[in-house]
Structures are given as C-alpha cells and as structure tokens.
C-alpha cells in the first residue's frame, strides 16, 4: 500500500512526544509568532530550534524526501514571484525579502511536520476539547472530534493521490503537461474515492461505539513539560525583548 | 423464545435511497455458540445483511432483534452484543498506533482505564500482536491488518463476531493464521458468522451454511447438503466434488 511519510503521527517516545499537547500547541504558536515578527534572527532561532527538536523527535529528513521535494519547489516559486513583484524597489531588498518568505514557508512547513509526526490525533482532540469547553454555546465535543479526524483523514487522502498517480503511470496517462487538465484528472477519482472512504469510516467508526464526548486521552499538567517548553521558547523571547529594546 | 436464540431476523428488508432493493424479506435466527458460513455471488446482499445485525443498516421494513432486542430500539445494545469485522480493514483503522486502535472501542464505551489496559494486553495476547503494539496500523500487512481489525472488535467483548470476508487478498499464511484465530474464537464461545465465497478454505470449521442469492436466502442447511448446489448460485465449488466437508479447511 502507498505509504507517505509527511503529516502522519511517527510513533515515538521523546521528550517532544510526551509533553503535554497544550504546550505542543503553545510551542507552535510561540515559533509561528516569532516568523510573523519578520526578523531575521528569529528565523535562525527558529530554524535552530526546530533542529534540535526534530534530533530529539528522532524524525530523520531522508524518510520525507520527496515530499520535501515538492515544498521547496513552492518555497521556490514564492521566492521567484515575491523577488519579480519588487524588483522595482532595488534588486538587494527584492532579493532579501524573497528569500525570507521562501525561508518562511519552509519553517511553516516544518513546524506542521513536527507537530502532526509528535502529536497524536486523540491529543489534539483533547486539547480542542479542554480549550474550547469553558466558551458557552460552543459544541466543543463535535468540533474537537472533527479536528482530531481531519488527523486521521489526511494519510488517507494523500495514499489516495499516491495510488491513483501510480494507476495513471502505470496505464501511461501520466504525460498530459497541462498541470490544471493533470490537477482535474486526479481530483476526480480521489473524491469519489474519499467520499467512499469517509462513509466507511463512519459507519467503522459508529461501529466500534464511536462516542464524541470520549476523550482518548487525558491531559495532565507536569512541572517538567512547563520547563521543556519554557526552555523551547526562552531564546525566541529574548531575542524579542533584544530587537524591541535595541 | 428458546433461550438458546441469540439473532432473531423477521422479514428483514432493505431498499437504498437509490431505489436498490438489497435484501427482501429474510427470515434467520441464529444460536449462541453456531458457526455459520454466510455465501453467494457478488451483490447478493451479504455485506449489506452483515450490517444489520450491527444496526449499522436499519430495516426498511421487518426486524432484526439481538438477545429479543430489536435493533431500532436498541442500536447500542446491538453494537455491543455484536462486533463486525469490516471487509476492508484500512478504512476501520482509526488508531495511530495498533495499541491505540485497538483501545478505542473499548474507551467508547466508557470503561475504566485498568479494564481498557486489560482488555487491550488480552486482544494483544489472543491475536498474536504483541511485538506490534507500538507499530503504525497502515504499515502493517494485509494479515497483520486483518488480525489488528479482529483484535479491535473483540476487545469490545461481542459474544457474536461477524467477519465480512475476510480472507481477502491475502495469501496462504495470512488466510491460515486469520482462520485459525477465528477458529479459536469460535471454540471460546463466540458465536461466528464468517461471509466468505471461499468455502474450500473453512467450511469444514462451520455448522450451518446460508446462501445468499440476489437478497433472499436460498439455502439454509448444514455444509454437507449444501455442497452440490453451491455452483448454481455462483459459488466456486471445492476443487475435488464430492468431497468430504471435514477436507475443506486450509488449516492442516
Ligand atoms: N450504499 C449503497 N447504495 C446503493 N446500493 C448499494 C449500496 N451498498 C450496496 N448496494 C447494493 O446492494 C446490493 C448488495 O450489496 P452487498 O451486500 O454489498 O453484496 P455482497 O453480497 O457482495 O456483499 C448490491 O446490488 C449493491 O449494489
Ligand atoms: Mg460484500
């Protein structure tokens, strides 16, 4: 079966897959935080960063290579159309500031990798869930068992575009150069498939008693998550208060 | 009511949005403790029956009753009394790790943590999953997917299984491990409803053969007698005819 190694939860027992999912969560905010700052030592902290998590996720980058492949070609073509768009104001800062936005969609990238290869669905759902419980008139079960599905449904999706590439290959229909006709005749096949798919879930998971109000894990505050993610977060921080004050 | 009945199905019929008439009008009850091979052809209406007894599937007309509870009245009870094992078992796998799926159902039903763990290490135990505990479910094999199915159903403890083909593309190990764990299951007390058009590789393990044909019930008796008809309702018939059942079973 088509295996596809991005956005998928990597099994594991790092520090970085038993913290807390709230604090995953904070984590990821904090770094997106940082990116938006717009500053280019951010970028390399964050960029830092996300190395030494992602050794001490045990993630190693050649098991996603070629999806990787396919996200440094649109960092590319975002740098290419950002540098062309400003050229105007002076070829350094069109070239700087392409290469922040490319770098920037990397880090993004990145950051979603890591949190969906550490994060198990039924975490996120237990995050949602605890986030969105306290707001009155808000149906926090249904929408935290819908995000923590979206988790579940994403390999599926993307083992279906594999599957349904490699049938065109294989049938030699894969050379239409036209990428919208190309786009189209993939995404026809893979909705009906999905379609099919979802309705099995549904009735998998109705089956095995499938009750939204279940949560599949628990959350509990540990001293140590709250250091590990201060730890995390603490040269974003000071290098905010240096570049504010400086 | 005998108090040996545990499905009771009355004039079960089911018609599709679409204007499909699956099944018409089927009449079955089945014992605690029977083994029953469930045939017949492609679209004969095997899948969509399996699903009834799960209350998956409502009747459109006639009633499916679990241990005298009808089905519309007590869809949960049924889903407890009665696990199904899905014939493609990608599509059942909802857990990130073998563990974790096998844990949801039992999590659904609100049990405590300890008896979880325990129905969880146990349903480890029994299919033979243990050195996959931790392991991704969609990195597994057809076989070892097919048993992590079966492993998710019977921790919910059901005391009846329906397998929905579930020899499937796998090959030769594969079909004999999968067929001895439902073997097993059967010999523990469970009463197994095994939907298979393969009857060459376990109908000597079963008591009772139903055969379907384009929604109704054409045959209903033991595997022996029903032998010499299966060819008319386009079921492959066992290699060597005349046969004895107790030679139609893959495991040896
Ligand atoms: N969701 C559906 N909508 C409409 N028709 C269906 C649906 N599912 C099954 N059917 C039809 O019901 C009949 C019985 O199907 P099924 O029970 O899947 O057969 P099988 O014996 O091969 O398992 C077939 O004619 C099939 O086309
Ligand atoms: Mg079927």
Request: aromatic share 10%; with cysteine; hydrophobic share 45%.
């Given at each position: 079966?088509?295996?596809?190694?991005?956005?998928?939860?990597?099994?594991?027992?790092?520090?970085?897959?038993?913290?807390?999912?709230?604090?995953?969560?904070?984590?990821?905010?904090?770094?997106?935080?940082?990116?938006?700052?717009?500053?280019?030592?951010?970028?390399?902290?964050?960029?830092?960063?996300?190395?030494?998590?992602?050794?001490?996720?045990?993630?190693?980058?050649?098991?996603?290579?070629?999806?990787?492949?396919?996200?440094?070609?649109?960092?590319?073509?975002?740098?290419?159309?950002?540098?062309?768009?400003?050229?105007?104001?002076?070829?350094?800062?069109?070239?700087?500031?392409?290469?922040?936005?490319?770098?920037?969609?990397?880090?993004?990238?990145?950051?979603?990798?890591?949190?969906?290869?550490?994060?198990?669905?039924?975490?996120?759902?237990?995050?949602?869930?605890?986030?969105?419980?306290?707001?009155?008139?808000?149906?926090?079960?249904?929408?935290?068992?819908?995000?923590?599905?979206?988790?579940?449904?994403?390999?599926?999706?993307?083992?279906?575009?594999?599957?349904?590439?490699?049938?065109?290959?294989?049938?030699?229909?894969?050379?239409?150069?036209?990428?919208?006709?190309?786009?189209?005749?993939?995404?026809?096949?893979?909705?009906?498939?999905?379609?099919?798919?979802?309705?099995?879930?549904?009735?998998?998971?109705?089956?095995?008693?499938?009750?939204?109000?279940?949560?599949?894990?628990?959350?509990?505050?540990?001293?140590?998550?709250?250091?590990?993610?201060?730890?995390?977060?603490?040269?974003?921080?000071?290098?905010?208060?240096?570049?504010?004050?400086? | 009511?005998?108090?040996?009945?545990?499905?009771?199905?009355?004039?079960?019929?089911?018609?599709?949005?679409?204007?499909?008439?699956?099944?018409?009008?089927?009449?079955?009850?089945?014992?605690?403790?029977?083994?029953?091979?469930?045939?017949?052809?492609?679209?004969?209406?095997?899948?969509?029956?399996?699903?009834?007894?799960?209350?998956?599937?409502?009747?459109?007309?006639?009633?499916?009753?679990?241990?005298?509870?009808?089905?519309?009245?007590?869809?949960?009870?049924?889903?407890?009394?009665?696990?199904?094992?899905?014939?493609?078992?990608?599509?059942?796998?909802?857990?990130?790790?073998?563990?974790?799926?096998i844990a949801f159902g039992p999590q659904?039903l609100?049990l405590s943590k300890d008896v979880v763990e325990k129905r969880v290490e146990s349903a480890l135990q029994t299919?033979?999953?243990?050195?996959?505990?931790?392991?991704?479910?969609?990195?597994?094999?057809?076989?070892?997917?097919?048993?992590?199915?079966?492993a998710s159903?019977i921790a919910m403890e059901?005391?009846?299984?329906?397998?929905?083909?579930?020899?499937?593309?796998?090959?030769?190990?594969?079909?004999?491990?999968?067929?001895?764990?439902?073997?097993?299951?059967?010999?523990?007390?469970?009463?197994?409803?095994?939907?298979?058009?393969?009857?060459?590789?376990?109908?000597?393990?079963?008591?009772?053969?139903?055969?379907?044909?384009?929604?109704?019930?054409?045959?209903?008796?033991?595997?022996?007698?029903?032998?010499?008809?299966?060819?008319?309702?386009?079921?492959?018939?066992?290699?060597?005819?005349?046969?004895?059942?107790?030679?139609?079973?893959?495991?040896?």
């Amino acid at each position: 079966m088509a295996e596809i190694a991005i956005l998928h939860y990597h099994p594991g027992s790092s520090a970085l897959h038993r913290l807390d999912p709230r604090f995953k969560v904070l984590l990821m905010l904090g770094y997106i935080a940082a990116l938006f700052a717009g500053y280019w030592m951010h970028y390399l902290a964050v960029t830092l960063l996300l190395t030494t998590a992602s050794i001490s996720a045990k993630l190693h980058p050649h098991s996603f290579k070629r999806e990787l492949k396919v996200f440094l070609f649109l960092a590319l073509i975002i740098f290419t159309s950002h540098f062309f768009a400003s050229l105007q104001r002076g070829y350094e800062t069109a070239l700087q500031e392409g290469l922040f936005l490319g770098w920037r969609f990397m880090l993004i990238v990145w950051l979603g990798i890591l949190f969906t290869a550490v994060t198990e669905p039924s975490e996120l759902h237990a995050v949602v869930y605890w986030l969105l419980r306290p707001i009155p008139g808000v149906p926090a079960g249904r929408l935290a068992a819908h995000a923590s599905l979206s988790l579940v449904i994403i390999p599926l999706l993307l083992d279906g575009v594999h599957e349904i590439r490699e049938a065109r290959k294989s049938r030699g229909i894969d050379h239409c150069r036209n990428p919208v006709k190309r786009f189209r005749s993939i995404m026809n096949p893979l909705m009906e498939k999905l379609l099919m798919q979802m309705e099995e879930l549904a009735l998998a998971l109705e089956s095995r008693s499938f009750d939204e109000s279940v949560l599949h894990s628990s959350l509990h505050f540990r001293m140590q998550d709250a250091v590990y993610t201060l730890l995390f977060l603490l040269p974003l921080l000071v290098l905010q208060i240096v570049y504010i004050y400086f | 009511m005998s108090d040996n009945l545990i499905i009771e199905v009355h004039n079960l019929t089911h018609s599709f949005l679409d204007g499909t008439t699956a099944l018409r009008e089927i009449n079955l009850t089945i014992n605690k403790g029977e083994f029953i091979l469930c045939a017949g052809r492609n679209g004969s209406g095997k899948t969509v029956f399996s699903r009834h007894l799960n209350a998956l599937y409502q009747p459109s007309s006639g009633w499916v009753k679990i241990d005298g509870r009808t089905t519309a009245k007590d869809p949960f009870y049924a889903r407890r009394t009665v696990g199904l094992v899905f014939q493609d078992a990608d599509s059942q796998i909802v857990g990130q790790t073998v563990r974790q799926d096998i844990a949801f159902g039992p999590q659904n039903l609100r049990l405590s943590k300890d008896v979880v763990e325990k129905r969880v290490e146990s349903a480890l135990q029994t299919l033979d999953l243990y050195n996959l505990a931790d392991h991704r479910p969609h990195q597994l094999s057809g076989g070892e997917k097919r048993r992590l199915a079966i492993a998710s159903v019977i921790a919910m403890e059901p005391a009846v299984v329906v397998f929905d083909e579930p020899f499937s593309n796998l090959d030769y190990p594969g079909v004999q491990s999968v067929l001895r764990h439902i073997v097993a299951l059967h010999q523990s007390g469970h009463t197994v409803l095994l939907v298979t058009h393969d009857i060459e590789k376990a109908a000597a393990h079963a008591d009772r053969m139903v055969i379907f044909d384009n929604g109704k019930i054409a045959v209903d008796t033991t595997p022996q007698s029903a032998l010499p008809k299966v060819e008319f309702f386009g079921i492959r018939p066992p290699r060597c005819s005349g046969a004895d059942v107790k030679e139609l079973t893959w495991l040896k």
